[in-house]
């Protein structure tokens, strides 16, 4: 069955970096988009990073140019690096697939970013 595991969030200081990992298994990982969502409290889950599956990618405005994602076919892995973050991008982040119509969602990991 498809199965996502997020790894890498944390608590950093409000300028600094953390990597994000997403190791998928269950499907064939190099044919499907991948995407990253954060859930604030209190807030609607959002897209903040997608990845296709010959590597296009798009990214919601408030990180473009910060949060480059990529993605290892050879590792099942997709990556978010978070640069430059702010105390607005704290969040619970999900890794996502849409794989044959249905939604599949990891466990998400946290991030928190002191001012």
């Known amino acids: 069955q498809v199965q996502l595991v997020e790894s890498g969030g944390g608590l950093v200081q409000a300028g600094g970096s953390l990597r994000l990992s997403c190791v998928a298994s269950?499907?064939?990982?190099?044919?499907?988009?991948m995407r990253w969502y954060r859930q604030a409290p209190g807030k609607q889950r959002e897209l903040v990073a997608a990845?296709?599956?010959?590597?296009?990618?798009v990214y919601t405005t408030s990180v473009e140019g910060r949060f480059p994602v990529s993605r290892d076919n050879t590792k099942n892995t997709v990556y978010l690096q978070m640069n430059s973050l702010k105390p607005e991008d704290a969040a619970v982040y999900y890794c996502?697939?849409?794989?044959?119509?249905?939604?599949?969602w990891g466990q998400g990991t946290q991030v928190t970013v002191s001012s």
């Open positions: 996502n697939v849409s794989h044959w119509k249905k939604d599949y």
């Open positions: 990845i296709s599956s010959v590597k296009t990618t």
């Open positions: 269950g499907f064939t990982f190099s044919a499907f988009a």
